[in-house]
């Protein structure tokens, strides 16, 4: 059986150990054949209700996708556009964009 992760912030309890929590637990081991019966998530499940669970994956793809690459930034322009928050690639995408506009409008 697997783990789970704990939540944020949760610190265990040296007080109680293993034992302690197996005897107040109300839910038993499964057994062998309990677990040769278990089916992936929406099997056995009517196709509207599997629908209903399944993810819609995010956002839409876009159709022109960015394309990732490693640029060198002076360190003030970086804090710079940092130090407005979130979004900071996203303005400073903009900001390359309009000058690349720019630029076409000045050889024009």
């Known amino acids: 059986m697997t783990t789970s992760k704990h ?16 005897e107040v637990s109300d839910t038993p081991e499964l057994t062998d054949a309990e677990i040769a019966e278990l ?9 509207e209700l599997a629908n209903a ?9 876009s159709e022109a996708k960015s394309v990732p690459v490693s640029l060198r ?9 940092k130090a407005d928050g979130p ?5 400073m995408n903009k900001a390359l964009a309009a000058g690349l506009r ?7």
């Open 7 to 22: 939540a944020p912030g949760y610190v265990p309890n040296p007080d109680y150990s293993q034992a302690d929590w197996d």
């Open 87 to 91: 979004g900071w690639q996203t303005r």
């Open 102 to 108: 720019n630029r076409r409008q000045d050889a024009s």
């Open 39 to 47: 089916r992936p998530n929406g099997e056995g499940l009517p196709v």
């Open 73 to 81: 930034v002076p360190p003030d322009v970086l804090a710079a556009y």
């Open 53 to 61: 669970f399944k993810r819609l994956g995010g956002r839409p793809k």
